[in-house]
T-cell receptor
Framework: SQKIEQNSEALNIQEGKTATLTCNYTNYSPAYLQWYRQDPGRGPVFLLLIRENEKEKRKERLKVTFDTTLKQSLFHITASQPADSATYLCALESGGSYIPTFGRGTSLIVHP | DAGVIQSPRHEVTEMGQEVTLRCKPISGHDYLFWYRQTMMRGLELLIYFNNNVPIDDSGMPEDRFSAKMPNASFSTLKIQPSEPRDSAVYFC?????????????FGDGTRLSIL
């Protein structure tokens, strides 16, 4: 069956360090993968999209990689700040429908 | 531009009552999605519309759930009768589907508690 896996344990890091979050998937052949940020009491907010033919995408302090062989995406936040503390969700398009399916998200806590 | 607007933000009601959640998508967006989020199951797609027409409602848990989109600027999700296990945060999202890989824009959700 199709599965999207994100680490359910919170990631705790020190301010200024690079945070790396993982999204693994099985039984998908996604054409693209998206990353969203969700703050408590708010809806998810789109951050980045990466296509299957792209290895890496950057936006300011954010970097996303997409390895279709490993079936994995890594999401990096460099020079992390306490304001980056949130839950980060990955989403994969499923079966050519263009409708993304979401992972359950990983909580990031950046300590000052 | 105003984002996706959902109402109410919070709803507390007793089991058996009818619940209606409302959503106003971003103007110009042709896709509208209803999701439910719980700790146990994460973010689940319930139903989505394209140009006001329901396309896939396979995520709707039971016949107690229904959704409508009478026009491009309004949608409702109704639960009748409500049960305690329906307690969750319900999100509405919209997108402009051009090229098949556009991001979704979410509202801030309705936190529903069924007592």
């Amino acid at each position: 069956s199709q599965k999207i896996e994100q680490n359910s344990e919170a990631l705790n890091i020190q301010e200024g360090k690079t945070a790396t979050l993982t999204c693994n998937y099985t039984n998908y052949s996604p054409a693209y993968l998206q990353w969203y940020r969700q703050d408590p009491g708010r809806g998810p907010v789109f951050l980045l999209l990466i296509r299957e033919n792209e290895k890496e995408k950057r936006k300011e302090r954010l970097k996303v990689t997409f390895d279709t062989t490993l079936k994995q995406s890594l999401f990096h936040i460099t020079a992390s700040q306490p304001a980056d503390s949130a839950t980060y969700l990955c989403a994969l398009e499923s079966g050519g429908s263009y409708i993304p399916t979401f992972g359950r998200g990983t909580s990031l806590i950046v300590h000052p | 531009d105003a984002g996706v607007i959902q109402s109410p933000r919070h709803e507390v009601t007793e089991m058996g009552q009818e619940v209606t959640l409302r959503c106003k998508p971003i103007s110009g967006h042709d896709y509208l999605f209803w999701y439910r989020q719980t700790m146990m199951r994460g973010l689940e797609l319930l139903i989505y519309f394209n140009n006001n027409v329901p396309i896939d409602d396979s995520g709707m848990p039971e016949d107690r759930f229904s959704a409508k989109m009478p026009n491009a600027s309004f949608s409702t999700l109704k639960i009748q009768p409500s049960e305690p296990r329906d307690s969750a945060v319900y999100f509405c999202a919209s997108s402009f589907r051009f090229g098949g890989n556009q991001p979704q824009h979410f509202g801030d959700g309705t936190r529903l508690s069924i007592l």
